[in-house]
C-alpha cells in the first residue's frame, strides 16, 4: 500500500527538533492534551500489514516498530475522544480490539474495517524515526511534529499537501486535455523568503523557475530542494541560506512553482549545492499541475507485482520487492526530441545523471498510468496498488 493515492489536503505537519534522541526503531510521541490511541501500517514479509491499538497518554511515547527501520514508508491512524482523524485514503483494516491483520484489502468482507491512515516519509536511510502528535488547538484533529533521522531537525513551519488530481484520460491520438492549472496554497510569508544577501557572494549569480521539492534529510544533512529543468538545486541547512529563509520552506506544498534568485555553489552530474537568497512563489504558473498531480503517489507494475514506483513532486523512487532500486528525476515536456512523439511526455534521468529517456503519457486516470517509448517502442502500465 506505499502510496496508494495522492493525498489530500488534510492538517498540518509540523518540522521540529525533539528533546531526546528516538531509539531504533519507528516511535510514536502523544504531545496532545488527550490519550490517543495509534494504528499502524506497513509492507509486511507476505502482504501489507496493519497493528494496533497502542493507547498512549499525553507526554508519554510508544515504540510501535522496533529495530532498525527496513522501510521508507509507515503509515498510522491516531484516534481520541472528540477529535477527528483526518487521513490520506491509504486505507488498512483495522477491528476494535487489539489486532495484527494481514493485507489490507477485502477488509469488510473479512469482519475488519477499513479505516483511512496517514502517511510517515522516514526518508531514503533511516533506521529509526520519532512521530509527534501535536494539538494546535481549537482543531478537530492533532498534526504531527516529525523528529528527524539521524539528528533533529530544525525549526518548525506548517505544511500543506496538495489535493489529489483529477481524472485525467488520454484519447486515441495520444493527447491529453487538461483543466486550467491548479494553485497551490501558499501558506508562508513573502518576507521570510527573503534574504537581501547580496548576489554573486558565495558562486555564480542565477535566477530561474523551478518546481519546490520539498526539504529532507539526507545522510544526516538537511536540505530543501528545487527541480529546474533537468537540474536538482539543494540548499542546506547550516550553509550560508539563513536558516529562517529554509524554515519557511517547509510552509511550502511540493511541486510549488516559484522563481529563485541564488548563487551555485558546486554541480555534479545533473544535481547542484546553491545558496538560495530569495524564493517568489508564482501559483498557477505551472501548466501541467493537473496532470502532475495525477501522477503522485504509489504505482505497481501491471505485469510484476513486486515492481513497485513512488512518485513525489519531481522524483521517482523504485522498489523490487519492497526494496529500494533507485531514483530518477521527470519532468514533463510536450515532445520527445529529436524521436518525436505526441505529448505530453516525461523526460527522465537517472538521479546522479546519465542519459535521459522519454515516455509519452497514454494514460493517467488515477488509477492507471500507461508511458509508450517512441525510440525503442514498447510501453510501460502500471496501477494503483
Not at 529532507?216 to 536558516?243: M, Q, S, V
Request: proline share 6%; charged share 25%; aromatic share 8%.
Amino acid at each position: 500500500m506505499l502510496g496508494r493515492i495522492a493525498p489530500a489536503l488534510a492538517g498540518a505537519a509540523v518540522l521540529a527538533a525533539l528533546a531526546a534522541p528516538a531509539l531504533a526503531g519507528l516511535e510514536i510521541c502523544n504531545e496532545t492534551d488527550l490519550q490517543q490511541s495509534v494504528a499502524i501500517g506497513y509492507k509486511g514479509d507476505r502482504d501489507w500489514t496493519s497493528e494496533g491499538w497502542w493507547n498512549i497518554d499525553p507526554g508519554d511515547c510508544a515504540l510501535v516498530v522496533d529495530g532498525d527501520l527496513k522501510q521508507r514508508y509507515y503509515y498510522y491512524r491516531a484516534e481520541s475522544d472528540g477529535r477527528e482523524f483526518q487521513g490520506q485514503r491509504y486505507v488498512f483494516c483495522t477491528q476494535t480490539e487489539v489486532f495484527t491483520i494481514v493485507g489490507d484489502t477485502d477488509c469488510e468482507d473479512r469482519g475488519f474495517a477499513a479505516q483511512e491512515f496517514r502517511e510517515i516519509d522516514t526518508g531514503a536511510t533511516a533506521t529509526k524515526f520519532t512521530l509527534s502528535l501535536v494539538d494546535t488547538g481549537g482543531g478537530s484533529q492533532p498534526t504531527t511534529k516529525i523528529g528527524g533521522k539521524s539528528g533533529p531537525a530544525s525549526g518548525t513551519a506548517t505544511i500543506e499537501t496538495p489535493p489529489p488530481g483529477p481524472r485525467i484520460v488520454s484519447d486515441d491520438t495520444q493527447s491529453l486535455t487538461q483543466p486550467p492549472p491548479e494553485t497551490l496554497p501558499v501558506t508562508v510569508s513573502l518576507e521570510d523568503l527573503s534574504s537581501g544577501m547580496a548576489p554573486g557572494h558565495h558562486g555564480d549569480a542565477f535566477t530561474t523557475d523551478a518546481l519546490f521539492q520539498g526539504c529532507e534529510i539526507e545522510d544526516g544533512r538537511e536540505y530543501c530542494g528545487f527541480h529546474a529543468g533537468e537540474w536538482k538545486l539543494r540548499a542546506f541547512h547550516k550553509g550560508p541560506t539563513p536558516n529562517e529563509l529554509l524554515y519557511a520552506l517547509e510552509g511550502m506544498a511540493v511541486n510549488s512553482p516559484v522563481e529563485i534568485e541564488g548563487d551555485v555553489v558546486e554541480a555534479a552530474g545533473n544535481q547542484m549545492a546553491v545558496v538560495v537568497r530569495e524564493v517568489r512563489p508564482k501559483p498557477g504558473a505551472d501548466r501541467d499541475s493537473q496532470l502532475r498531480a495525477a501522477l503522485q503517489g504509489d504505482w505497481v507494475d501491471s505485469g510484476d507485482a513486486g515492481a513497485e514506483i513512488t512518485v513525489r513532486g519531481s522524483e521517482i523512487y523504485r522498489r523490487s520487492e519492497g526494496t529500494f532500486a533507485g531514483a530518477a528525476f521527470w519532468r514533463i515536456a510536450r515532445t520527445c526530441d529529436p524521436a518525436g512523439g505526441k505529448g505530453p511526455v516525461i523526460l527522465q534521468t537517472e538521479a546522479g545523471g546519465g542519459r535521459t529517456a522519454c515516455f509519452v503519457i497514454t494514460a493517467a486516470d488515477g488509477r492507471r498510468l500507461e508511458l509508450a517509448d517512441p525510440r525503442h517502442g514498447g510501453a510501460l502500465r502500471y496501477r494503483r496498488p
